[in-house]
């Protein structure tokens, strides 16, 4: 399968997230990405390619999944962070004061355009920082993913969008979880909007993938699933559990397997197993995999402990669920088996996909 990488993503390196109180390194460093690079040359799936979407139609597909509004304040908060106080631009930007949705407590719609009130309209964390290149970086993994989907449209069995910051935590119009622009959901619609009638997205990382879940919440065109962290102890804390099955128009199209922290690979393939089921039931037509490799177990934030031969076995189940799949790269911290981790995954899909066995 071809992989497009973001040639912009080093642009985005944040310095420190919040954590318990402190400010700790971040774990979401640019180095993720060319362990993964340099691992698939290594061991080539097929080109490595830099995405190439024009201008307009990239604009156009950020609009489909994200708000006008929220795209215009990413485009320009670094300016408007730095505008705060010159001394800015030596720091990130991590918001602080949040609105939160209690009846009459805050107005959702305050009429402030102080940096710091629109930084907690939009962010639902302190642990993402905005940089300077943020916005670009995000921007030109987004086209990674528009690129990915145009590989899938035209044909391909899979396509891999090779992309820092990742994506599966944001929503329309809301940062978080070291994501800003969701790669997986702009995939998603791609799809829809290039003619596949029924999409599912089957969302592997550790976290759950609140962002694409309350995206197509309310759709019956887009199924939604997610492996994960039981909410109750793990980020992101308020979403993600087994009742959410989704709204409206979209009732039934979102499956929540929640499992507990410390799971090993048994349970997850079981819980992989369920959704699968759901993805064959709902007729989908392609793919969308936002792959995580924090389900590890050395990863050193997250709680699974799957090891790197178990990635083969998920790439080649994956593989015979016989669709055209579409991965994202979101989540996975533990930098140096990275690389291996995430390509064992995708040349066990690649076997499966040929009718072989990838082995391990
Ligand atoms: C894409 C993705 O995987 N986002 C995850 C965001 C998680 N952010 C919260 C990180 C909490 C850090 N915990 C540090 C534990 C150190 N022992
Ligand atoms: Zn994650």
């Given at each position: 399968m071809k992989t497009f990488h973001n040639p912009l993503h080093a642009a985005h390196a944040g310095r420190q997230e919040m954590f318990r109180g402190r400010m700790v390194p971040s774990y979401e460093v640019p180095e993720r990405l060319e362990y993964v690079l340099a691992e698939l040359r290594r061991r080539p799936l097929g080109e490595l390619l830099e995405p190439e979407v024009g201008e307009a139609a990239l604009e156009q597909a950020l609009l489909r999944v994200h708000t006008g509004a929220y795209l215009e304040f990413l485009r320009g908060a670094w300016q408007a962070w730095v505008a705060l106080d010159p001394d800015n631009a030596q720091r990130d930007a991590l918001p602080s004061v949040w609105p939160l949705g209690h009846r009459h407590a805050f107005r959702m719609d305050a009429p402030t355009h102080h940096f710091a009130a629109r930084l907690g309209q939009h962010a639902?964390?302190?642990?993402t920082p905005l940089t300077a290149g943020s916005w670009a970086a995000a921007r030109a993994g987004a086209g990674c993913a528009l690129a990915a989907a145009r590989e899938v449209l035209a044909g391909a069995r899979g396509a891999f969008a090779l992309t820092r910051p990742p994506g599966h935590h944001a929503g329309p119009d809301y940062f978080g979880g070291y994501c800003f622009l969701n790669n997986a959901a702009l995939a998603a619609q791609a799809l829809r909007d290039g003619g596949c009638a029924r999409v599912a997205v089957l969302d592997v990382d550790y976290h759950h993938g609140n962002g694409t879940q309350t995206l197509f919440y309310e759709r019956p065109d887009v199924l939604t699933v997610s492996l994960h962290g039981d909410p109750a102890t793990e980020y992101p804390y308020f979403l993600g559990f087994?009742?959410?099955?989704?709204?409206?128009?979209?009732?039934?199209c979102n499956l929540n397997l929640p499992l507990p922290r410390g799971s090993g690979f048994e349970a997850w393939s079981e819980a992989l197993e369920r959704a699968l089921r759901e993805v064959c039931d709902f007729g989908a037509q392609a793919l969308v995999v936002p792959m995580g490799l924090d389900t590890f177990a050395g990863d050193p934030i997250s709680g699974f402990t799957l090891r790197g031969e178990h990635y083969l076995r998920v790439g080649e189940r994956l593989a015979r669920a016989g669709l055209p799949t579409l991965f994202t790269f979101e989540g996975g911290y533990a930098v140096a088996e990275l690389g291996a981790n995430a390509v064992n995954l995708l040349q066990g899909f690649e076997a499966g996909a040929a009718g072989g066995s990838a082995g391990g």
């Open positions: 639902f964390d302190a642990g087994a009742d959410e099955r989704g709204a409206g128009a979209g009732q039934g």
